[in-house]
Structure formats: C-alpha cells, structure tokens
T-cell receptor, first 110, second 112 residues
C-alpha cells in the first residue's frame, strides 16, 4: 500500500535557526513528489515538484531534495512569515490521485 | 487573475439536507479534484475528473456526488447519506493528472 509519512508533526524554530522537514514514502513507482505550504483556513499553495532521485529545487529560503525513499524540505534562516503547515504529496505510477502526508506544522518565533 | 474560486467559504447543513459546494476555475485546466481535510489527517480524495462529462470516485466517495458539465466548473454535492460531513473541503485543478495541483481556499462545512 502506498504511504506518505511526514516528520516531525510539529516544529518550533527561532528566527534564523535552520532545519529540515522530512517526507518518507513507499509507492509502487514514483511519478512525482510535491511540496505545498498551507496557512490556517486557506488552501495549500504549491511550492515544488520533484521527479527523480538527486533532483533539487530552491525558492527563497526553501530547498527541496529527493532520494529514492524520502524528500527533505530544508529551511534556511527562517522568518516568522514561514510559519505554516507544510504538506508533502506523492503521485504513484498507478492511478491518478495524489497521496498526501499529514503535514508538518512549523512555527517560527522572533 | 487566474485561479480557483470556491464558494461559499462557510456552509451549514441541517439533518437530511443536501448541500452543494461550488468550484470554478479560469486556468483552462482539464483535470479537477475534490478533497476532504480533517484535523490531524492528510487530504483525502473524494472525486476527480480528467475531462468534461467524465469523473471517477476517489477513496471516500460514499455520500457525495459531482458533475462536470463545463470545463470551468466541478460542483460537489454532500448528500444526506454522508453521516459525518463536518470538514474542510478543498477543490483543486491541474493541467493534467500528473502535473501540480492548484487549490482553492476551501469551504468549511458544519452541521446545525
């Protein structure tokens, strides 16, 4: 069965304290892995797509990486406005639906 | 601005009542999706549509129905058969089913 597990469930950082969020997955072939940011009461906002092991994408303070079994979202020198829930989703070769993890809730304090 | 519009933002359902959630997109995307989000759980797929006049059930379709008569619109009806409808409902669209999905800002459904 396809599974997506995100860790930690919650993370509290001081402003400027870099860290990483993890997304581990087991799927029968990976068509793509997606990272989203979700603010309270809003829909998820697309951040990155990764398609193959070794691929990396960057946007401002965020960098996403992919291996054959997991993806990391690295946050460098975070600011309070980076506080949000970060969702990981995988698109397996079988089927059309995305499998979402439960998310990591990030709080960055000044 | 292109995007996905969901309405209403908040909706209340009485016992035995069907309610319909609206989703409209002007991104010219072929594929559209409905998800349900509950606290502490990942998004779960209710229905998806790859093209007009065609749709498939997702993992939790029981108690829900959809239609896709126009490319821009994919309304979701929560029927009285759905016994636990309280949730945050998200609509999404993508150029194709293997491309990133873009989401609306959701409808929060509660029971009166």
């Amino acid at each position: 069965e396809d599974q997506v597990t995100q860790s930690p469930e919650a993370l509290r950082l001081q402003e400027g304290e870099s860290s990483s969020l993890n997304c581990s997955y087991t799927v029968s072939g990976l068509r793509g892995l997606f990272w989203y940011r979700q603010d309270p009461g809003k829909g998820p906002e697309f951040l990155f797509t990764l398609y193959s092991a070794g691929e990396e994408k960057e946007k401002e303070r965020l960098k996403a990486t992919l291996t054959k079994k997991e993806s990391f979202l690295h946050i460098t020198a975070p600011k309070p406005e980076d506080s949000a829930t970060y969702l990981c989703a995988v698109h397996p070769n079988s089927g059309y639906a995305l499998n979402f993890g439960k998310g990591t809730s990030l709080l960055v304090t000044p | 601005d292109g995007g996905i519009t969901q309405s209403p933002k908040y909706l209340f359902r009485k016992e035995g009542q069907n309610v319909t959630l609206s989703c409209e997109q002007n991104l010219n995307h072929d594929a559209m999706y409905w998800y349900r989000q509950d606290p502490g759980q990942g998004l779960r797929l209710i229905y998806y549509s790859q093209i007009v006049n065609d749709f498939q059930k997702g993992d939790i379709a029981e108690g829900y129905s959809v239609s896709r008569e126009k490319k821009e619109s994919f309304p979701l009806t929560v029927t009285s058969a759905q016994k636990n409808p309280t949730a945050f409902y998200l609509c999404a669209s993508s150029i194709a089913t293997n491309q990133p999905q873009h989401f609306g800002d959701g409808t929060r459904l509660s029971i009166l």
